[in-house]
């Protein structure tokens, strides 16, 4: 007995010290991405020491260097990094590693041509590129694992590197290899459990007589028109992502150490990921977040990737790239931070629940397709305006990130994001604008101070955690996700869904009966449920947080017709979304039920500084916006002005409002509660 207890006390013990070895973040991490490779001089030592002097914690480096690290098959060179890595980490520099497999090398293009990607209607990928190949092809895969693993036996012992980046921005890139095909049609005959007559009934085959008798007849997706096909292949292209970046975490965890982590970076807007599933594995996810600055800049960008992929990663997560100057392939969109927009933007992520910062990338390149995609140095690599403005960022961060590093949010309302049905109003749009307009819902949110989570609901049924739901077009929808969402009202929650929602089922095939039947009446009668336009002659108006309710006998008459493209139902309610606000309004009313610390950190973010303005209008220079406007946005871009640039003069925003330029260098961000705010130091 005494044995035993001792092994299960053995037991505890280990497992307590494998948790405390996983990577944990004591303080904020803020840095850039790293090529050395790119350099047109050798300047490693005093790139380290620029960084030194800046403050900055943290680099990523290798993820584009395939080519460098096997300028040959199987010759295989490593010092160069090796190089590197004893340099930051002598410097206290931390390191972020990539797997360099989304930019293949030059050879493996030239002996092995069937990697490169085929897409619809007989084009092809060409080498030149970037992410030009099938990712799933057996060749391919076989030179990733080789250098994967011969990175990580040279590297995954260095005191310096604290995580690993597997691949970079994956998706599936309109792959449509004869292989993948043929995976795809695998795929197919296991979901429907090889029944050839359930699949034609599911997807309508016996229109235009396009069933098929054996799985040979199975035709490709190049010329299909069927929107059941179609959301099926988006279907399968995000389940082969996943698959592929969880092969790539197998490979990095053989090797890795308990305190190191894997992420990967991802955009807000790819649409063709399942990141619950992708990041599966991973302790840290990582976004991209790109976004306008100057005077558009508001702030929601930020926020609306932060919102999603902290509900992603049940957890923080980490912003490997984001701009620190101008960005774009050519030089027509060079827009420039003012002043002070720089750390405005930092607090930004981190106050969103961010443990990580990191620029794109430390000096702008002299060649290549990102030449005018500029870093925290210019093209003549001195220190600039912006590396001015990163430094005491830099040490500010030094002193107070151990107060905000691992930030947890509680947000009571949550808008429900759906890839199928992203997806499917792609493939039968009924506006020429925007056909699932979850960017408009979220600003909707963000401008009137609510904060929100972004949850993916093609698999989460479970919304108990919150007080109000806001679903984008639901155009496709499990029976079981439905009956969810009225659950959620039956428990005295708050649903706003917009037109279309609950038209078709999970195969993207249009209900022969009306959605209302699963919602129990209350949902399709109740603004806080079910948001349909109102009838002709009845525009909605709000009474305590609700629409008004139509006329007995037309609720009654509501019908799913009445949600059809050629009827009343989406023309008057885009017309009531756009031209009277009225989704705004509702939101804001439903908005004000609920309990004020869940409002907090947007609206503080961006009003304390709108008080400040009213205080202080001699700080403003309101003729500095009129002028600016006067000499036309050309004039601002300031288009190849390389290291000129770091002389440009601005105003610092916050929202659509402009804060004093005397007070911005003296704000440091205040977080209590699950706000966010600035006060005067």
């Keep these: 007995m005494k044995n035993k207890n001792y092994f299960i006390l053995l037991v505890l013990f280990l497992s307590a010290l494998q948790i405390k070895a996983q990577y944990s973040f004591d303080n904020v991490l803020y840095g850039a991405a790293y090529y050395h490779e790119y350099m047109p001089y050798e300047r490693l030592d005093e790139d380290i020491r620029l960084m030194k002097r800046a403050g900055l914690t943290v680099v990523r480096v290798g993820e584009s260097a395939w080519g460098v690290f096997e300028p040959q098959e199987g010759n295989f060179e490593f010092e160069w990094m090796d190089r590197i890595l004893d340099k930051m980490h002598a410097a206290g520099i931390k390191v972020i590693l990539g797997t360099p497999t989304y930019s293949i090398p030059a050879w493996l293009a030239y002996k092995h041509p069937e990697v490169l990607a085929e897409h619809a209607k007989g084009n092809k990928a060409y080498y030149g590129i970037r992410q030009n190949m099938d990712f799933t092809n057996p060749t391919y895969q076989f030179y990733c694992e080789r250098i994967i693993r011969k990175m990580l036996e040279r590297y995954a012992q260095h005191p310096a590197v604290i995580g690993y980046q597997v691949d970079n921005e994956t998706e599936a890139r309109g792959v449509n290899n004869r292989d993948y095909f043929f995976g795809f049609r695998n795929y197919i005959k296991q979901k429907f459990n090889n029944d050839l007559n359930l699949l034609a009934k599911e997807w309508g085959m016996n229109y235009w007589g396009m069933n098929i008798n054996t799985w040979e007849e199975f035709y490709p997706r190049d010329g299909v028109t069927s929107p059941s096909y179609k959301n099926e292949w988006e279907r399968y292209n995000r389940k082969e992502v996943a698959d592929f970046l969880n092969w790539q975490c197998d490979l990095v965890n053989e090797y890795k150490r308990k305190d190191q982590f894997v992420t990967h970076?991802?955009?807000?807007?790819?649409?063709?990921?399942?990141?619950?599933?992708?990041?599966?594995?991973?302790?840290?996810?990582?976004?991209?977040?790109?976004?306008?600055?100057?005077?558009?800049?508001?702030?929601?960008?930020?926020?609306?990737?932060?919102?999603?992929?902290?509900?992603?990663?049940?957890?923080?997560?980490?912003?490997?790239?984001?701009?620190?100057?101008?960005?774009?392939?050519?030089?027509?969109?060079q827009f420039p931070p003012y002043d002070n927009q720089l750390r405005q933007n930092v607090?930004?992520?981190?106050?969103?629940?961010?443990?990580?910062?990191?620029?794109?990338?430390?000096?702008?390149?002299?060649?290549?397709?990102?030449?005018?995609?500029?870093?925290?140095?210019?093209?003549?690599?001195?220190?600039?305006?912006?590396?001015?403005?990163?430094?005491?960022?830099?040490?500010?961060?030094?002193?107070?990130?151990?107060?905000?590093?691992?930030?947890?949010?509680?947000?009571?309302?949550?808008?429900?994001?759906?890839?199928?049905?992203?997806?499917?109003?792609?493939?039968?749009?009924?506006?020429?604008?925007?056909?699932?307009?979850?960017?408009?819902?979220?600003?909707?949110?963000?401008?009137?101070n609510i904060e929100t989570d972004i949850i993916p609901c093609d698999k989460t049924t479970d919304f108990s955690g919150y007080d109000m739901l806001v679903i984008p077009p639901l155009y496709v929808a499990t029976d079981q996700l439905l009956l969810a969402i009225d659950e959620f009202v039956q428990s005295g929650g708050h649903v706003v869904m917009m037109h279309k929602s609950g038209y078709c089922n999970e195969h993207s095939a249009v209900r022969a009966t009306s959605s209302c039947r699963f919602f129990r009446n209350r949902l399709c009668r109740s603004a806080c449920g079910l948001f349909v336009a109102p009838a002709p002659g009845h525009a909605g108006r709000l009474r305590s947080g609700r629409q008004e309710r139509l006329p007995l006998a037309r609720r009654h008459?509501?019908?799913?017709?009445?949600?059809?493209?050629?009827?009343?139902?989406?023309?008057?309610?885009?017309?009531?979304?756009?031209?009277?606000?009225?989704?705004?309004?509702?939101?804001?009313?439903?908005?004000?039920?609920?309990?004020?610390?869940?409002?907090?950190?947007?609206?503080?973010?961006?009003?304390?500084?709108?008080?400040?303005?009213?205080?202080?209008?001699?700080?403003?220079?309101?003729?500095?916006?009129?002028?600016?406007?006067?000499?036309?946005?050309?004039?601002?871009?300031?288009?190849?002005?390389?290291?000129?640039?770091?002389?440009?003069?601005?105003?610092?925003?916050?929202?659509?409002?402009?804060y004093p330029r005397r007070n911005a260098a003296h704000q440091v961000l205040r977080i209590t509660a699950g706000t966010a705010s600035f006060a005067p130091l």
């Design 265 to 333: 970076c991802f955009m807000p807007d790819f649409h063709n990921i399942d990141q619950v599933e992708s990041f599966r594995q991973m302790q840290y996810p990582a976004i991209n977040v790109y976004h306008d600055v100057q005077d558009k800049q508001d702030g929601q960008r930020i926020a609306y990737a932060g919102d999603f992929v902290r509900t992603v990663a049940d957890n923080n997560y980490i912003v490997m790239e984001t701009n620190a100057q101008g960005i774009g392939w050519d030089a027509r969109t």
């Design 347 to 448: 607090y930004a992520h981190y106050a969103s629940g961010a443990n990580m910062v990191e620029y794109w990338h430390w000096s702008t390149l002299h060649y290549g397709q990102e030449t005018y995609w500029r870093g925290v140095l210019g093209h003549d690599l001195p220190p600039n305006r912006i590396y001015k403005e990163f430094t005491p960022t830099a040490k500010e961060l030094e002193r107070i990130g151990s107060h905000i590093v691992n930030l947890k949010k509680k947000n009571r309302a949550a808008i429900l994001y759906s890839h199928d049905s992203y997806h499917a109003l792609g493939f039968m749009p009924y506006t020429y604008k925007s056909n699932y307009p979850i960017d408009m819902v979220h600003k909707a949110l963000y401008f009137q």
């Design 557 to 658: 008459q509501l019908r799913q017709q009445d949600l059809h493209p050629h009827g009343q139902g989406p023309h008057a309610l885009r017309l009531l979304l756009r031209r009277q606000g009225l989704l705004l309004a509702l939101l804001a009313s439903l908005g004000r039920a609920l309990p004020r610390q869940h409002q907090g950190g947007h609206a503080q973010f961006r009003l304390e500084h709108h008080r400040l303005r009213r205080h202080h209008p001699e700080d403003v220079r309101p003729h500095e916006r009129t002028e600016a406007k006067r000499r036309g946005s050309d004039r601002r871009r300031l288009q190849g002005l390389g290291p000129e640039e770091g002389n440009l003069r601005g105003r610092a925003l916050c929202g659509a409002h402009q």
